[in-house]
Nanobody, 133 residues
Framework: QLKLEESGGGVVQPGGSLRLSCAAS????????VGWFRQAPGKEREGVSC????????YYPESVKGRFTISRDNAKNTMYLQMNSLKPEDTAVYYC??????????????????????????WGQGTQVTVSS
């Protein structure tokens, strides 16, 4: 069974940190383009950190640049999202995704790596992150 499983979400105060994990099973993650996406109530899904599977280049939108870091541990077949200096506007459900496309990390985060928007091969089930005092 091919799947991604996230963990590490929770409630944190503004200025705090969280690390999300996304473990892959049934396929090898290191050759895939991977990324973290979030969706808040009433808002569109947005990519917040992405790695291109071919070049290894990364992309972060301005909203999280300098605060979020994406990484992966190939030995554990797992990817991570380290989130620091969290703000209330970071509150959302966070999803990890993996795809065999090579469109570059910017297009991958924007949802346009394939012909269908966000039509990626593998998605996790999502984990809630709430930033509140």
């Amino acid at each position: 069974q091919l799947k991604l499983e996230e963990s590490g979400g929770g409630v944190v105060q503004p200025g705090g940190s969280l690390r999300l994990s996304c473990a892959a099973s049934g396929f090898i993650l290191d050759s895939y383009s991977v990324g973290w996406f979030r969706q808040a109530p009433g808002k569109e899904r947005e990519g917040v950190s992405c790695i291109d599977g071919g070049s290894g280049d990364t992309y972060y939108p301005e909203s999280v640049k300098g605060r979020f870091t994406i990484s992966r541990d190939n030995a554990k077949n797992t990817m991570y999202l380290q989130m620091n200096s969290l703000k209330p506007e970071d509150t959302a459900v966070y999803y990890c995704a993996a795809d065999s496309s090579r469109a570059g990390p910017g297009l991958f985060c924007a949802g346009y790596a394939r012909s269908g928007v966000f039509d990626y091969e593998h998605w996790g089930q999502g984990t809630q992150v709430t930033v509140s005092s």
